[in-house]
Antibody
Framework: QVQLVQSGAEVKKPGASVKVSCTAS????????FTWVRQAPGQGLEWMGW????????NYAQKFQGRVTLTTDTSTSTAYMELRSLRSDDTAVYYC?????????????WGQGTMVTVSS | DIQMTQSPSSLSASVGDRVTITCRASQSISSYLNWYQQNQGKAPKLLIY???SLQSGVPSRFSGSGSGTDFTLTISNLQPEDFATYYC?????????FGQGTKVEIK
């Protein structure tokens, strides 16, 4: 069965960077992409970007351009999201999800979420 | 960016009710619209893709309709496990955007 398992919670200081991992199993890793979505406490969902696990092509939300990098490691079936220059308003749960193309792009399996807290 | 506006932002309903949630796009997005359900403290779950296609394993009481700028998610015969927050997502443009969410609460 398809599973996405994310790395554990992180506490970071303002200005630092964080790198969250998302390890996939149960399917052919390079056949799909990944998307990253975050959710600040009590707030809605916010799309951050997408990466193809096949060729590494990326598409970032303009809000995060220059501050986020999405990568994949096919040898370990792991996707990564790195966010730099952290601010207090980056405090959120960060989710990875498998991105499929079924007429439209959609996210069919999700990781459990990783809480990132930014605090001095 | 394409703005997605959901209405209402919250609603109260009873088990067995029929519930309708609307999502409006700031410009035409054809049928590039998905619906997600999120229970408190859990990851979102895909319900509907391409505006009206039911994701595998999702109960048939969920249905989606619409194209262009106006879309609807309908839950018929509301069940206790359906009390959650629902989000629409457009993937028409290169900048994907979610609606702000609709919380379905127990009356």
């Amino acid at each position: 069965q398809v599973q996405l398992v994310q790395s554990g919670a992180e506490v970071k200081k303002p200005g630092a960077s964080v790198k969250v991992s998302c390890t996939a199993s149960g399917y052919t890793f390079t056949s799909y992409g990944f998307t990253w979505v975050r959710q600040a406490p009590g707030q809605g969902l916010e799309w951050m970007g997408w990466i193809s696990a096949y060729n590494g092509n990326t598409n970032y939300a303009q809000k995060f351009q220059g501050r986020v990098t999405l990568t994949t490691d096919t040898s370990t079936s792991t996707a990564y999201m790195e966010l730099r220059s952290l601010r207090s308003d980056d405090t959120a749960v960060y989710y990875c999800a498998r991105a499929i193309v079924v007429v439209t792009d959609a996210f069919d399996f999700w990781g459990q979420g990783t809480m990132v807290t930014v605090s001095s | 960016d394409i703005q997605m506006t959901q209405s209402p932002s919250s609603l109260s309903a009873s088990v067995g009710d029929r519930v309708t949630i609307t999502c409006r796009a700031s410009q035409s997005i054809s049928s590039y619209l998905n619906w997600y359900q999120q229970n408190q403290g859990k990851a979102p779950k895909l319900l509907i893709y391409a505006a009206s296609s039911l994701q595998s394993g999702v109960p048939s009481r969920f249905s989606g309709s619409g194209s262009g700028t106006d879309f609807t998610l309908t839950i018929s015969n509301l069940q206790p496990e359906d009390f959650a927050t629902y989000y629409c997502l457009q993937t028409y443009s290169s900048q994907w955007t979610f609606g702000q969410g609709t919380k379905v609460e127990i009356k």
